[in-house]
């Protein structure tokens, strides 16, 4: 694995993909200055944020894999985390704390993460302040990154975790302007909603909300 770490750089996930490898590579920082989400979203970078791209063989089902990327840094932080639907981390106190963006070449997936690892007054956070003063950026990516390699999920499996740890399962959601009750993801990851209690609907992209 090739880790290269920097204090400062525009953007991990542009970087990795600039360079396009094909082996185990990772990128992080200690700052980020022009971090994204989806659909182009300005990911805010702040102290108490760790940012960090890396490459990810595809799995048999390509469009697992934010869901099984999401499961295991949960996994990596003892399930302290709640995952949404179709790439966010929540804390346990419902306080979005995370992302996760894929780009896709070919067989090979950059990844890239944002963890809101102190708290802070707009989002929620995964350390607390004591364990926080402890970290090395730098190694908890790569620690986190490892980890992810070496647990690698497949199939049913991502389904059942991610379930498991979803924060609105059951709930009531909107995803774009459609409402209905999460009742699970299909055999792609795609969001299933019951609409108007006897119809069920497939999303496979699209921006859920709900209320905490």
């Given at each position: 694995?090739?880790?290269?770490?920097?204090?400062?750089?525009?953007?991990?996930?542009?970087?990795?993909?600039?360079?396009?490898?094909r082996?185990?590579?990772?990128v992080?920082c200690?700052?980020?200055?022009?971090?994204?989400?989806r659909?182009?979203?300005?990911?805010?970078?702040?102290?108490?944020?760790?940012?960090?791209?890396?490459?990810?063989?595809?799995?048999?089902?390509?469009t697992?894999?934010?869901?099984?990327v999401?499961?295991?840094?949960?996994?990596?932080?003892?399930?302290?985390?709640?995952?949404?639907?179709?790439?966010?981390?929540?804390?346990?106190?419902?306080?979005?704390c995370?992302?996760?963006?894929?780009?896709?070449?070919?067989?090979?997936?950059?990844?890239?993460?944002?963890?809101?690892?102190?708290?802070?007054?707009?989002?929620?956070?995964?350390?607390?302040?004591?364990?926080?003063?402890?970290?090395?950026?730098?190694?908890?990516?790569?620690?986190?990154?490892?980890?992810?390699?070496?647990n690698?999920?497949?199939?049913?499996?991502v389904?059942?975790?991610?379930?498991?740890?979803?924060?609105?399962?059951?709930?009531?959601?909107?995803?774009?302007?459609?409402?209905?009750?999460?009742?699970?993801?299909?055999?792609?990851?795609?969001?299933?909603?019951?609409?108007?209690?006897?119809h069920?609907?497939s999303?496979?992209?699209?921006?859920?909300?709900?209320?905490?």
């Amino acid at each position: 694995m090739k880790h290269e770490h920097f204090q400062e750089i525009n953007s991990t996930q542009d970087y990795l993909l600039e360079r396009n490898p094909r082996d185990e590579y990772l990128v992080s920082c200690d700052t980020q200055t022009d971090g994204r989400g989806r659909y182009g979203r300005k990911w805010e970078n702040t102290e108490g944020s760790l940012c960090f791209s890396f490459t990810l063989r595809a799995g048999a089902v390509m469009t697992h894999a934010p869901l099984e990327v999401a499961v295991l840094i949960n996994q990596y932080f003892e399930n302290r985390l709640r995952v949404k639907w179709p790439n966010d981390l929540f804390d346990k106190s419902l306080k979005k704390c995370g992302g996760i963006l894929i780009d896709t070449k070919g067989s090979t997936l950059t990844v890239g993460v944002g963890l809101n690892l102190s708290a802070s007054s707009d989002y929620g956070h995964i350390l607390e302040e004591a364990e926080f003063k402890n970290i090395e950026k730098k190694h908890l990516a790569g620690k986190i990154y490892q980890y992810i390699l070496d647990n690698r999920l497949h199939g049913d499996k991502v389904i059942e975790l991610w379930e498991r740890y979803c924060i609105h399962m059951n709930q009531e959601v909107t995803i774009d302007e459609t409402k209905g009750n999460f009742i699970g993801l299909g055999p792609e990851g795609e969001a299933m909603l019951n609409v108007q209690g006897d119809h069920t609907k497939s999303f496979f992209t699209g921006s859920l909300s709900f209320k905490a």
